[in-house]
């Protein structure tokens, strides 16, 4: 059953940037875009495993920091090859200075 | 001694596995977010002005190449036209695969094309293997692109200056993609969705080579030839020469790109042709930063990393000898000496024999 979960304050992230949030035995990235929006995908790259925290961001998206796949965070749709699957992406909202994600 | 089987299929992938040598986890030195976040970034400006002087002195050399048939005084402009057909598209295709070498993603996408068009690189089949050497770097059974495999047979691996063993190689593949069949050891890396993109560019390629040979044959003239294909052959040898000094001579099988990679002090006109893949610990430790920013990357680095290697004389002067030995001994290989600064070498879960 999905539930809201605090999972960092708006400004552990900068503009364009992303961090990793785990939860129980489950690994997320948290996104925040170049127009301040928040995304929370899977936090493994679908391609090898790889925690794409340590990717880059370029407005909603994140390339992995592996072999560059690069994945639109708003939809979890995998734009650039070696990946081919999706992420899964989950609803976000911002309340009093923190981000909450429904996992 | 530990004889290597390279097959991606019946080779020592298996046995790799088993030893935990294919894994998600790569040694990285450790840079801050801030720091790493910038050397990331993309810019369009330093890969189109690369570019447009790359192309530029193509046509420009293929000009005065082709205007001074048939004389012999044509013959370094061939030279140099090739070099830049075969050696530096090398590195284009590779940056432009990676898709950091231009912050516009249709940039990156055109010049790959035309890239892998002149290195006779399936666009998708290469992108597949790149990755995997990427994840595999010279894990045996699992990496398509050792360049140098062990024991070293020194014809083999001499043959590749004039692009022999991987022309052979690229065409018996474009035949059999334009035949509509992916090889079995493709298959093991390229995903399915891809196989009619494989089949239908290699149809469009064949027809462009065959074009340009009914050409040669109608006109009873080499040129078409020299433009197009031959160059593959007769201008790679500094692609090979830096593929070489990529891992030549270094570990295989660990898990730490210190002891499988080599950085080298390379001149100039060398970083042009080859665009900066000289920081190629770097490279493999963080792809994501472009090859502009490698030197930048470099400096942060140092400190954790072998010292580099101050030339090209000097890397092949230390490579070259180790793979003489490697014609008999497959296991013998450099482990060069960390600075005193640097975290220990992660060799993996099986560490190889040092030499
Ligand atoms: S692990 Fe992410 S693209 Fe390969």
């Known amino acids: 059953m999905a539930q809201w979960i605090d ?84 609803r976000t909202k911002v309340e009093n200075g923190r981000v909450l994600v429904e996992v | 001694m530990h004889m290597r089987d390279y097959d991606l299929l019946e080779g020592d992938g298996p046995r790799a596995i088993a030893h935990g040598l294919v894994t998600e986890g790569w040694y990285r030195t450790p840079i801050p977010r801030a720091q790493m976040k910038a050397l990331m970034q993309r810019a369009d400006q330093p890969a189109i002005r690369d570019t447009l002087l790359l192309f530029g002195l193509m046509i ?8 001074l048939m048939p004389s012999w005084w044509s013959a370094p402009f061939w030279l140099a036209y090739g070099v830049l057909y075969g050696s530096a598209m090398d590195s284009r295709w590779h940056e432009c695969g990676h898709g950091t070498a231009f912050k516009t993603r249709w940039m990156n996408k055109f010049v790959y094309q035309i890239a892998c068009f002149c290195m006779l690189r399936d666009p998708s089949c290469w992108k597949f293997s790149h990755a995997r050497h990427h994840s595999d770097t010279v894990i045996v059974g699992r990496d398509p692109e050792v360049a140098i495999m062990r024991p070293v047979v020194a014809l083999k691996v001499a043959s590749n200056l004039v692009g022999v063993p991987d022309v052979v190689d690229g065409l018996r593949r474009l035949v059999a993609h334009a035949s509509g069949r992916i090889l079995p050891d493709e298959a093991t890396y390229v995903e399915p969705v891809f196989h009619a993109t494989v089949i239908r560019t ?99 680095c140092r400190a954790d990393f072998p010292a580099p290697s101050g030339s090209m004389g000097e890397a092949l002067a230390e490579m070259l000898p180790v793979l003489w030995r490697q014609r008999t001994n497959p296991d013998f290989h450099l482990r060069r000496p960390l600075p005193p600064t640097a975290n220990p070498y992660q060799d993996g879960p099986e560490p190889s024999p040092a030499a």
């Not at chain 2, 420009?60 to 205007?67: G, I, N, R």
């Not at chain 2, 963080?286 to 990357?297: G, M």
């Open chain 2, 202 to 300: 290699a149809r469009v390629w064949l027809a462009v080579y065959v074009a340009a040979i009914a050409l040669a044959v109608a006109t009873r003239s080499w040129i078409p030839v020299l433009l197009i294909g031959l160059p593959r052959l007769y201008g790679c040898w500094h692609m090979v020469i830096c593929g070489w000094l990529q891992h030549g001579g270094l570990a295989d099988n660990v898990l730490d790109h210190r002891l499988n990679s080599r950085t080298v002090y390379m001149n100039p006109v060398s970083r042009f042709i080859y665009w900066n893949m000289n920081y190629h610990v770097e490279h493999h430790m963080f792809p994501l930063v472009p090859y502009y920013r490698l030197p930048a990357l470099h400096e942060l």
């Open chain 1, 7 to 90: 999972a960092c304050a708006t400004d552990d992230i900068e503009a364009e940037d992303v961090i990793r949030f785990d939860h129980g035995p489950r690994t997320f990235i948290i996104v925040r875009d170049h127009a301040d929006s928040y995304y929370c995908t899977d936090g493994l790259c679908t391609h090898e495993n790889i925690h794409l925290s340590e990717g880059l961001v370029v407005e909603a998206t994140i390339e992995c920091p592996k072999h560059s796949s690069i994945f639109d965070c708003r939809t979890g749709e995998v734009e650039t090859p070696p990946a081919c699957e999706n992420l899964h992406t989950y």
């Open chain 2, 60 to 67: 420009a050399f293929a000009a005065a190449a082709v205007a």
